[in-house]
């Protein structure tokens, strides 16, 4: 197809970007220090590091991984904590050295990360102390050789840190009781590495980055091979379709989606170093009412988020009142952004609600609307610049213009495959180069595409892929469950929530029991919200499960 978008992109934004601009993550990572050393680069409740704090702590944790853990480039160490002033030293750390970073969702149950490390076969993690019990019971089922663990508060000067660690884990027990009497801790890593040597990788664009970990377009996690050429290029695809907007050195961006998760992994902390901003963590969002009280602090122009979020902040106290004179850009993205929320977004802070589309395996941005937009357009946007987008049908040929087809994606951020998953990674990559996505869109006559429905039977829960046949496979492990069928629900909390369809194998089950069995092997946002007993699944003549007949049920 033709770049028809191209003719409506804004002034100044190219139809391609020079991934030569940058080597590697850590080549970008050296400029940005050198241009920003004395600018504030991260805050987290009151604290702040300089970009030239970032460096020097940076450098020290990744001595102490390479010169005395012996960790050598091309081997894998997972993350696994919330927003903290830790996550960006040990990123970076990993990443000068040529280390693969795994992010680890810290909600993870044992069954979920004991796969995932696994799979992806770290030696290495860095884990918050409140998850480290979950760590204890799987560890032998990984290869991991070294476990740093660090505190809440580790980052905050003295007395604040050890108030903080106090309070954390002797007032509010927000720290399980774990075992790990191999594990250093995180303050002690910094001390020991200030005297060791250490000297940053030598590494290309075909050097792997990140191990993303998701569920693909089918079935249990796999993790994105995301090279180093791939995450610098959506960073550059970013910046050059908000370089008019956002200045280098002046931004404040907010950043209360996870790290670990792919948007803001690209949109905040790849995005906020590129242009020397001051990128604000928020530990829980899910305190909202901290959240705003944050907010009111901090003269933001950039924030990032899912519908859900947004629409908390709304209908929080004190939400209204902020100043927003200072805001520039609201970026939604890893679910639909519905109108209703983006229409009282456009009213309360007077800057709309701009929405994107994107994929772990796309590092993640593909399309993005024209950040002059006025109001909701219920559309995902224009493909961005070096990316190609093509709507095509079940046999793989281009659709009209205003006909529904799947979209197929090509451009430098798309992902390498899956890791070690050859067949699977040939189901969504063809020979071409092009990613099959498993959404189906329709593209209008400048190239604007809009979401209609998902070909898989994926579930977007807050802006989290779930997927129907992991929950079924958990669920089928309980003993008294014969059969399941999982699909997808509306939520006005988290958007889609999960609804299972159980027959019983045992007719003593009840809900209750099979609530509690989902929390011990489901991370919260997967576990179902609704269960339903039925004495038969609808099924096709080879025994699939019909889930849309069991949408209509």
Partial sequence: ????????????????????????????????????????????????????????????????LTSELGLKKGDRIAIMMPNLLQYPIVLFAALRVGLVVVNANPLYTERELAHQLSDAACSAIVILENFAHT???????????????????????????????FIIKHVKKMVPPFNLPSAIAFNKVLKLGKQLSQEDAQLSHEDIAFLQYTGGTTGVAKGAILTHKNMIANLLQAHAWAAADLKEGKETFITALPLYHIFSL????????????????????????????????????YMTGVNTLY?????????????????????GGGMAIQKAVATEWKAVTDVPLVEAYGLTETSPAVCINPLNIKEYTGKIGLPISSTEVSIRDNKGNEVELGECGEIWIRGPQVMRGYWNRPEESKKVLDTDGWLHSGDVAIMDEKGCCKIVDRIKDMII???????????????????????????????????????????????????EELMAYCKENLTAYKRPKQVIFIEDLPKTNIGKVLRRELRGM
């Fill in 1 to 64: 197809m033709k770049k028809i978008w191209v003719e409506h992109y804004l002034e100044g934004i190219p139809e391609e970007i020079d991934v030569n601009e940058y080597q590697s993550i850590t080549d970008l990572f050296h400029q940005s220090i050198d241009k920003f050393r004395d600018l504030p680069a991260y805050s987290n409740m009151g604290k702040v590091l300089s970009y030239g704090d970032l460096d020097h702590l940076s450098r020290d944790f990744s001595a102490y």
């Fill in 135 to 165: 760590l204890e019971k799987i560890l032998d089922q990984t290869e991991i050789n070294f476990v740093i663990t660090t505190h809440i508060g580790d980052m905050f000067d003295f007395p604040k840190s050890t108030i903080i660690n």
């Fill in 266 to 301: 690209t949109a905040n902390a790849l995005f906020s170093l590129k242009m020397g901003a001051k990128n604000v963590l928020i530990t829980n969002p899910r305190d909202y009412k901290g959240f705003v009280k944050t907010l009111s602090q901090e003269k933001f122009s």
């Fill in 311 to 331: 629409n908390k902040l709304l209908n929080t106290s004190g939400f209204k009142d902020i100043d927003f004179s200072y805001l520039k850009l609201s970026l």
């Fill in 461 to 511: 829960v807050s802006g989290f892929n779930v997927y129907p046949n992991e929950i079924e496979d958990v669920v089928a492990l309980h003993g008294k469950v014969l059969e399941v069928g999982a699909i997808g629900v509306s939520d006005e909390s988290s958007g889609e929530a999960v609804k299972i369809f159980v027959v019983k194998k045992d007719q003593s089950l009840d809900e």
